[in-house]
């Protein structure tokens, strides 16, 4: 992970790309945590790898394994998972689960795939928010804002500017069982879409 997060440092500064935190102690006070972050360009696994703590895993679906290079990777830090294979889904989450028993911080995109619409977040999956209630770890929203405008969701074009990634939470869930799943997934979709909406000049 540490290779990963200098990389990320040598690109964001040689594409003249300034990244802005906001209300990083929610993070940092929630260790180890699911993070969960929206997913509108192709550099939110950079800007996850260079804003999280060394000690957290993302959860990248498997074909990222065949990207040329960076597929290496993909495989040595993150935990992969085929979405449409129980079995897989099955494996991720136990390996997710060692993870925060060790631990770890995992960072989830609870959208499933790229925001290329004209919404600030897409609908959630229940994935991320079902198992931070399994493992009675807390939830920070990672809201990146401006991203779209710097690096186009359905393009690899980078033009310099400016990124803010702004810290919403902790939610809590200690204590919650499953039937609180919506609830808690509504909750933290209506707020990470209000916050990159008013910040994000792609929305306005």
Not at 57 to 81: N, R, S, T
Not at 87 to 106: C, F, Q, V, W
Not at 174 to 179: A, M, P, R, S
Request: hydrophobic letters at 40%; a positive charge; aromatic letters at 10%.
């Amino acid at each position: 992970m540490a290779v990963y997060k200098f990389w990320s440092f040598v690109f964001f500064l040689a594409a003249g790309i300034r990244l802005v935190q906001k209300n990083k102690k929610a993070l940092k006070s929630s260790l180890p945590c699911i993070v969960v972050g929206n997913h509108g360009s192709n550099l939110d696994m950079f800007l996850g790898a260079y804003c999280m703590p060394l000690n957290i895993k993302p959860l990248a679906k498997v074909q990222l394994k065949k990207m040329p290079i960076l597929g290496h990777l993909f495989a040595a830090v993150c935990v992969l998972v085929d979405r449409s294979s129980k079995e897989s889904r099955d494996k991720s989450s136990r390996a997710m689960m060692a993870e925060i028993l060790n631990g770890n911080s995992i960072f989830i995109f609870p959208e499933g795939t790229r925001n290329k619409g004209n919404q600030p977040v897409n609908d959630f999956y229940d994935g991320a928010f079902r198992f931070a209630i399994d493992s009675q770890r807390p939830i920070v929203a990672m809201c990146i804002i401006n991203a779209r405008n710097v690096v186009p969701s359905e393009n690899y074009s980078v033009r310099p500017g400016k990124i803010t990634v702004q810290y919403l939470g902790p939610y809590l869930t200690e204590g919650l069982d499953k039937t609180a799943v919506g609830k808690l997934k509504q909750q933290i979709h209506h707020d990470m879409f209000e916050a990159i909406r008013k910040g994000d000049t792609l929305y306005k």
